[in-house]
């Protein structure tokens, strides 16, 4: 079985290290970036990462941006979903819809400095280590296919979120998340009534902040789905 990890907005993966570090079993995890070129649209990024997926059972673990786009891959691919996990998601715009009008790319021209990514993103107490790896990440994405990803984000609505059967679900929600406020928190566990939901106290990057707290909440929940 393995494990898909599909990135935040930056679309990299490269702030999976964290996590995919740690012991997973039998299940073997998998980064699968996001193009960093065409749409960026879900239809059209799932268009595109359906051919990328290895074989056999998955389990899909989406952080942030790409939340609705595993919900749209789980609804696509049936049965072969195991399980899914939606850490710090959405499942409709989480902010005023009318601010994808705005001129969004100039604010992905320039890296963020550090005070600004240690309290929207990391958390205080994040390492050196970290935010540089955040920079990085930042800095190897198009500020053009930033500021696009964000208008697919803010032009979202619930029914954009489909279905996904009975495939069991895990939210790990961020008590401490500065970038997805609590009204958008809430949508998404009344969108999904059956999910199991785990509050973690940390930062919106609560993979990377707190990967032994996630990735034992993955297990568990495994171990509990069958998965």
Same mark, same amino acid.
């Given at each position: 079985m393995s494990l898909?990890?599909?990135?935040?907005l930056d679309g990299t993966g490269d702030l999976f290290g964290p996590i995919v570090g740690l012991?997973?079993?039998?299940?073997?995890?998998?980064?699968?970036?996001?193009?960093q070129s065409g749409p960026q649209d879900y239809e059209s990024l799932a268009d595109a990462l359906l051919t990328k997926l290895p074989e056999g059972q998955l389990v899909l673990l989406a952080e942030s941006f790409s939340t609705p786009l595993a919900l749209l891959l789980a609804n696509r691919l049936g049965n072969r979903v195991s399980a899914l996990v939606l850490a710090a998601g959405f499942c409709s715009a989480p902010h005023a819809p009318g601010l994808g009008w705005l001129p969004l790319r100039p604010l992905f021209s320039v890296t963020p400095p550090a005070f600004f990514l240690r309290k929207f993103l990391t958390g205080e107490d994040t390492d050196a280590d970290l935010l540089d790896t955040l920079t990085g990440a930042l800095r190897r994405t198009p500020a053009s296919v930033m500021a696009e990803r964000l208008r697919v984000v803010l032009a979202l609505r619930e029914q954009d979120s489909p279905?996904?059967?009975?495939? &069991?679900? $895990? #939210? +790990? /929600? %961020?008590?401490?998340?500065?970038?997805i406020p609590w009204?958008?928190?809430?949508?998404?566990?009344?969108h999904l009534?059956?999910?199991?939901?785990?509050?973690i106290?940390? &930062?919106? $990057? #609560? +993979? /990377? %902040?707190?990967?032994?707290?996630?990735?034992?909440?993955?297990?568990?929940f495994l171990d509990t789905a069958g998965g």
């Open positions: 898909i990890l599909l990135p935040g012991d997973w079993g039998g299940v073997v995890p998998v980064i699968l970036p996001l193009p279905s996904t059967g009975t495939t &069991p679900i $895990l #939210l +790990l /929600q %961020a008590s401490e998340d500065r970038i009204t958008a928190q809430s949508s998404l566990e009344r009534p059956d999910a199991t939901v785990e509050w106290e940390g &930062p919106h $990057l #609560l +993979l /990377q %902040a707190r990967p032994t707290e996630c990735h034992d909440a993955i297990l568990r």
